[in-house]
């Protein structure tokens, strides 16, 4: 067996032990304490992902046989947290065009790599789970489909309701126009960065329009930065003013950073500290333009 396959058995291992919240069982590294192992466990648990990235990514089982990949996640964006992930089976399970959908707690990521999740559920448990066609998605803050969801996980794995959610399609949110508060266009939501650890929507990627960044800057922001229309169809609503955005994060599109790098993550948590203590709501602040 080689190295990847057996860290995949070792992560399906742990998830099968504990199927309410995602653990990683890794071996001690030679001379390490095991607080400092616990350490390393919790940085590779708690790794962040772009949601863009998230979307199309490979998912197998504890047998490490392709069950298929992600087909979009389901954001709560009201209280900043990811709900659930779509999977659009494939491989030894072959379902067709039916999409099933499974609390992201049920998921971890493949040891040592960013690009495949894994998921450890019994095939049976897996193909009776509630699915839906793909022409026929519901509506995830009306439809009783997502009692069902919960019901069939139970609570110990689906996620706790909270007060206020507004749960929406990663996909429909991602490139999706955001305008200021008098509605001029203001830049786009280019991406979500999402924690597999504890399932949250750790920030948004805004796109700046050039009226309002010159330099085509891309900067992190928390998702109360906006307001997300019940109309879908409707563009985003930026609840800051320009002046209001911290810059000092920006990034050029050609040069994201590593946002998986645990250096990186605390550095981006005490910044939007900072943000959030200097970003006030309001309408008065407009595009600066040269």
């Known amino acids: 067996m080689n190295i990847h396959r057996f860290g995949l058995h070792l992560a399906a291992s742990a998830l099968a032990a504990s199927l309410a919240g995602p653990l990683l069982a890794v071996d001690r590294p030679a001379g390490k304490t095991a607080t400092e192992a616990a350490g390393q466990?919790?940085?590779?648990?708690?790794?962040?992902?772009?949601?863009?990235?998230?979307?199309?990514?490979?998912?197998?089982?504890?047998?490490?046989?392709?069950?298929?990949?992600?087909?979009?996640?389901?954001?709560?964006?009201?209280?900043?947290?990811?709900?659930?992930?779509?999977?659009?089976?494939?491989?030894?399970?072959?379902?067709?065009?039916?999409?099933?959908?499974?609390?992201?707690?049920?998921?971890?990521?493949?040891?040592?790599?960013?690009?495949?999740?894994?998921?450890?559920?019994?095939?049976?448990?897996?193909k009776k789970a509630p699915g839906f066609e793909r022409k026929n998605w519901p509506d995830w803050n009306q439809s009783s489909y997502r009692g069902d969801v919960d019901r069939y996980f139970g609570p110990t794995v689906s996620p706790k309701s909270m007060p206020n959610q507004r749960l929406v399609r990663a996909s429909e949110l991602i490139g999706k126009n955001v305008d200021d508060s008098e509605g001029h266009h203001a830049g786009e939501l280019k991406d979500l960065v999402v924690n597999m650890g504890n399932a949250r929507v750790h920030y948004a990627i805004f796109d700046l329009d050039k009226a309002w960044s010159p330099n085509d800057k891309l900067v992190p922001v928390t998702l109360h930065?906006?307001?997300?229309?019940?109309?879908?169809?409707?563009?985003?609503?930026?609840?800051?003013?320009?002046?209001?955005?911290?810059?000092?994060?920006?990034?050029?599109a050609g040069k994201w950073p590593d946002v998986s790098d645990p250096a990186y993550q605390r550095n981006i948590d005490s910044y939007l500290q900072r943000s959030a203590g200097k970003s006030r709501p309001t309408g008065a602040a407009g595009p600066v333009r040269d």
């Open 41 to 126: 466990t919790t940085q590779a648990v708690t790794r962040d992902l772009r949601a863009s990235k998230v979307i199309g990514m490979k998912v197998r089982n504890a047998q490490d046989q392709d069950l298929g990949k992600i087909d979009d996640l389901i954001v709560d964006v009201n209280n900043e947290r990811v709900a659930y992930a779509i999977l659009s089976f494939g491989g030894v399970l072959g379902l067709g065009q039916k999409l099933f959908t499974y609390p992201l707690s049920l998921f971890q990521q493949a040891p040592g790599r960013n690009d495949e999740l894994v998921l450890n559920v019994d095939e049976e448990r897996l």
């Open 225 to 252: 930065t906006f307001n997300f229309p019940n109309d879908r169809s409707k563009d985003i609503l930026l609840k800051v003013g320009r002046n209001d955005l911290d810059m000092s994060q920006g990034f050029d």
